[in-house]
């Protein structure tokens, strides 16, 4: 008689192909399952709060990316888990301010890198400052830093005013007509085209059509849809395969990337084989950049297509940003124009060292950087082999972590109000006296942060008081409510429509 143990032992192991392949397929589930509950609660980074599901699966936080909700998403974590949050299974963000910013980005980052899964590498596979390695990201800003310093961007102010008064008139002619006039549009026209001229020595001709060019619309268009690409290709290795191998080598594909790159190429060999009748950007970028440690062409194309998109686009941002929280605080708005119209009786008036001494308006215009961070998410850092510590905290090699802009503004326990307008916060107001200043950091610290944050500073200045002293503003009902919007990787931003009035005299 055979017994129920013998009919058992008579099947194992499994000689059939079929039985086989379901036995290592149950085993290989239970084998990941079973690690993933391991990791989540027993792991090395169980000990950092978070949601459990993101800690077991990349799944939440690649939908926050791809449907944009991450300026909602993310702070909401923060608020409910504290200034540390495990976002993904390997992912770490951070919105506890000065500490956070210093460790993750400052000097002396304990060998944090770039996220190569966030930063591409330009078309042309030669690194620009954004994506170089230490070293030669040394050697480039040493040349580049040259350029952007405060002496030499004072050199620039007819520059600066000329493309800045043709803005002025020509919201003038809007206001005359009497049409409303989309602030975003005219921010980002005048910072394209004053770009332009310093990189090139020759406009984009955006202001004079008072509309964007067709290369700057599939910047814009591009940014969306990359943002959405990246987390397609995050999601797993197939995925990032089918990106990188099927979709960015197809024909159609690579086509449209090098029409897009040569637009900047084109302009930039047209410059290096000219001497403009007036000094610019690549001016000062030559004359410390020749000689072996200088820069070779391919990185001249590389850097000239990243200041087209970095040192554009952001400072529009800003100042639509701000504008927007101005019209919808008209007691601000107020303050800002007895400050400005009383320091200055005309545009001829303005300098930028005078400017920079307006005390409201860098007020206003640092409030809105934290209202309205041009990059309101986090710039990855990866932690290398072997681990570090990080605000007091061992964190394993490989995980990510960032500090997350418009969580860490939004943060109660930094900022009394975070969610008003106060530019009062930045000028000694009693009020938020316990305010942590140093928690914002929109053009971030450490050798990294922003190489053109002093051409932003007086972009920001120029652009905003000659604005507030020649026009009254009035938001149009169509644009109540601006500022919810959708975030990938940029804020995906809509006209910014607002009836103007020149100012009486």
Same mark, same amino acid.
């Given at each position: 008689m055979t017994t129920m143990t013998d009919s058992a032992a008579s099947t194992w192991p499994p000689k059939d192909t079929f039985s086989i392949i379901v036995l290592f397929a149950a085993l290989s589930v239970v084998y990941y399952v079973g690690s993933k509950i391991y990791d989540v609660y027993f792991g090395p980074l169980s000990e950092f709060p978070g949601p459990k599901l993101s800690a077991f699966s990349?799944?939440?936080?690649?939908?926050?990316? =791809?449907?944009?909700?991450?300026?909602? &998403?993310?702070?909401?974590?923060?608020?409910? &888990?504290? %200034?540390?949050?495990?976002?993904?299974?390997?992912? /770490?963000?951070?919105?506890?301010?000065?500490?956070?910013?210093?460790?993750?980005?400052?000097?002396? @980052?304990?060998?944090? !890198?770039?996220?190569?899964?966030? !930063?591409?590498? %330009?078309?042309?596979?030669?690194h620009s400052i954004i994506t170089a390695d230490d070293a030669n990201h040394s050697r480039q800003r040493k040349i580049l830093s040259h350029a952007f310093s405060d002496r030499a961007l004072k050199?620039?102010? %007819? /520059?600066?005013?000329?493309?800045?008064?043709?803005?002025?008139?020509?919201?003038?002619?809007?206001?005359?007509?009497?049409?409303?006039?989309?602030?975003?549009?005219? &921010?980002?026209?005048?910072?394209?085209?004053?770009?332009?001229? /310093?990189?090139?020595?020759?406009?984009?001709?955006?202001?004079?059509?008072?509309?964007?060019?067709?290369?700057? @619309?599939?910047? =814009?268009?591009?940014?969306?849809?990359?943002?959405r690409l990246r987390a397609f290709k995050i !999601?797993?290795?197939?995925?990032? !395969?089918?990106?990188?191998?099927?979709?960015?080598?197809?024909?159609?594909?690579?086509?449209?990337?090098w029409e897009h790159w040569n637009y900047s190429k084109e302009r930039v060999d047209r410059r290096l084989a000219r001497t403009p009748d007036r000094p610019d950007l690549w001016t000062k970028i030559l004359e410390r950049g020749s000689g072996p440690d200088g820069l070779s062409v391919p990185e001249h194309h590389s850097i000239a297509s990243l200041f087209m998109i970095a040192g554009t686009e952001t400072t529009a941002t800003a100042l639509s940003g701000t504008t927007y929280q101005l019209l919808t605080n008209p007691d601000t708005l107020a303050l800002l124009q007895k400050e400005i119209r009383t320091a200055f009786s005309s545009f001829d008036d303005m300098g930028l060292e005078s400017l920079a001494k307006q005390k409201y308006l860098m007020a206003v215009l640092q409030e809105g950087l934290?209202?309205?961070?041009?990059?309101p998410s986090e710039l990855p850092r990866v932690v290398p082999a072997g681990g570090a510590v990080i605000c007091?905290?061992?964190? %394993?090699?490989?995980?990510?972590v960032g500090v997350h802009h418009l969580a860490t503004y939004r943060n109660e326990e *930094?900022?009394?109000?975070? &969610?008003?307008?106060?530019?009062?916060?930045?000028?000694?107001?009693?009020? =938020?006296?316990?305010?942590? *200043?140093?928690?914002m950091e929109a053009f971030s610290v450490g050798p990294r942060n922003c190489l053109g944050k002093n051409l932003a500073w007086h972009e920001m200045r120029l652009l905003m008081a000659t604005v507030v002293l020649h026009f009254d503003m009035k938001l149009c009902e169509e644009s109540k409510g601006w500022n919810d919007q959708k975030v990938f990787t940029l804020w995906e931003k809509k006209p910014l429509m607002a009836t103007l009035t020149p100012a009486k005299a």
């Open positions: 990349v799944l939440p936080s690649l939908s926050s990316l =791809f449907t944009g909700d991450d300026a909602v &998403y993310v702070p909401e974590l923060h608020a409910k &888990y504290g %200034p540390v949050v495990r976002t993904s299974p390997d992912h /770490l963000s951070f919105a506890n301010g000065a500490a956070g910013f210093k460790e993750i980005y400052g000097f002396g @980052k304990k060998g944090l !890198y770039k996220d190569p899964q966030f !930063y591409g590498v %330009p078309l042309n596979k030669v050199d620039q102010e %007819p /520059l600066l005013k000329r493309w800045v008064e043709l803005m002025r008139d020509k919201l003038l002619e809007s206001a005359e007509a009497g049409k409303p006039a989309d602030m975003l549009k005219f &921010y980002n026209c005048t910072t394209f085209d004053i770009m332009g001229d /310093l990189t090139f020595a020759e406009s984009l001709q955006m202001l004079e059509g008072s509309d964007y060019s067709p290369w700057v @619309k599939v910047i =814009f268009a591009g940014v969306k849809t990359g943002t !999601y797993s290795k197939i995925t990032n !395969y089918l990106v990188e191998n099927l979709l960015f080598k197809s024909e159609v594909v690579r086509k449209k990337q934290r209202m309205y961070p041009p990059v007091g905290q061992w964190v %394993p090699g490989g995980t990510k *930094l900022f009394r109000k975070p &969610y008003e307008f106060h530019p009062e916060r930045w000028l000694g107001d009693p009020e =938020f006296k316990d305010d942590k *200043l140093d928690a």
